[in-house]
């Protein structure tokens, strides 16, 4: 059966049981119907009141490339509190497209977008709403129940590569996305927004761009404010700082206080400083396949003694860490680890 009947059929019997779903209130038929791009949308050449932006270190899915708007409606304004966390108004839309270059050394070359995930503020969180590109790019389609596209390119180091990608359904975006009970983004927050974006060929600091267009109050000292390092920089910050911030994107929206692994007690978000926490030589909750018959989170030292090591690396549904988003393992980002465990047992003898 052809691959969009599939998806048809998934997303009417989706509808179906789930009509009464309040995102249903929100979501449009197609993507070109919001009118957040002009035509043709393929080119994702914003406007409306949409802006460009990128975060300081992405999550890793499959190796496959994003591109990130936001629209804020007229007159009104992100806002942000002392902790530095933003306050979206209603209304707002966070609009991101995945995609793959036919070849990924050639950054300017030939790409194939597979899907697009909106995220739209209401009074009382964000409604997730999937959309998934059609086969001649024309527009994308929604679709509340997820996908698979089957998806080959060349990658970075020239050999070609292949993935049966997996766009989330509508439900399966809260099990990353929820915080505190509430649906909520996970990449926009000030320190992943504090770096530069090239706007018509000009290089600027994106919140200083935010504030001056209106949709983000001002500042009181823009240069004192925090910045998550770019982990794929070698020369960006520090190994430590490289790897806690590859930590952060890709296992702390569940590993942290408040969303969904909190019952865990490993806690690997930026801002956590206790080493139990963030795993060195803690035992797991509950030990089983997915510990590898390995002790510790991490053995300072020896990530081939660490579960953390060992789950990433895996990807075998029952391991592996992230449990979504990936079929693949983001290598270097293995690597990234590794270095950062083996280091840890020359900053505990210094």
């Not at 992405?58 to 002392?82: A, G, W």
């Not at 009382?124 to 698979?148: C, F, H, M, N």
């Not at 490993?266 to 909750?285: C, R």
Request: proline share 6%.
């Amino acid at each position: 059966m052809n691959h969009w009947i599939h998806v048809w059929i998934g997303t009417m019997m989706f509808s179906n049981v789930f009509s009464a779903h309040p995102v249903l209130d929100h979501a449009l038929p197609n993507l070109s119907d919001y009118g957040f791009f002009a035509k043709p949308i393929k080119n994702h050449v914003p406007i409306n009141e949409v802006l460009p932006y990128k975060i300081a270190s992405p999550l890793f899915s499959d190796y496959s490339e994003k591109l990130r708007f936001i629209q804020v409606p007229v007159n009104e304004t992100i806002t942000h509190n002392e902790e530095n966390e933003l306050s979206f108004p209603v209304g707002t839309f966070l609009i991101k497209t995945f995609y793959y270059l036919n070849d990924a050394r050639e950054s300017k070359g030939e790409r194939r977008l597979i899907e697009t995930r909106l995220l739209k503020k209401t009074s009382s969180d964000w409604v997730a709403i999937p959309y998934i590109w059609k086969e001649d790019q024309t527009d994308a389609v929604l679709a509340l129940a997820g996908g698979r596209k089957d998806v080959s390119w060349i990658h970075s180091d020239g050999k070609p590569m292949n993935v049966l990608y997996s766009v989330p359904n509508m439900n399966q975006c809260k099990s990353c996305h929820v915080k505190d009970n509430v649906q909520q983004p996970i990449g926009p927050k000030i320190r992943n927004l504090n770096i530069d974006f090239v706007y018509n060929q000009v290089s600027e600091n994106q919140l200083h761009k935010w504030v001056k267009e209106g949709i983000l109050d001002a500042f009181k000292d823009l240069s004192s404010l925090p910045r998550t390092v770019n982990y794929e920089d070698p020369h960006d910050g520090t190994l430590d700082q490289r790897a806690r911030a590859w930590l952060d994107i890709n296992c702390a929206h569940c590993h942290q206080r408040g969303s969904p692994a909190e019952t865990s007690g490993l806690y690997l978000n930026l801002e956590e400083k206790d080493l139990a926490k963030l795993g060195v030589f803690k035992p797991p909750v509950a030990a089983g396949r997915g510990s590898g018959n390995r002790k510790y989170n991490i053995v300072p030292g020896r990530p081939e003694d660490s579960i953390l090591e060992y789950r990433i690396a895996s990807t075998d549904p029952g391991v592996m860490m992230p449990e979504l988003n990936r079929k693949l393992v983001h290598h270097e980002g293995v690597k990234l680890i590794q270095e950062w465990i083996k280091q840890c047992q020359k900053e505990n003898r210094s």
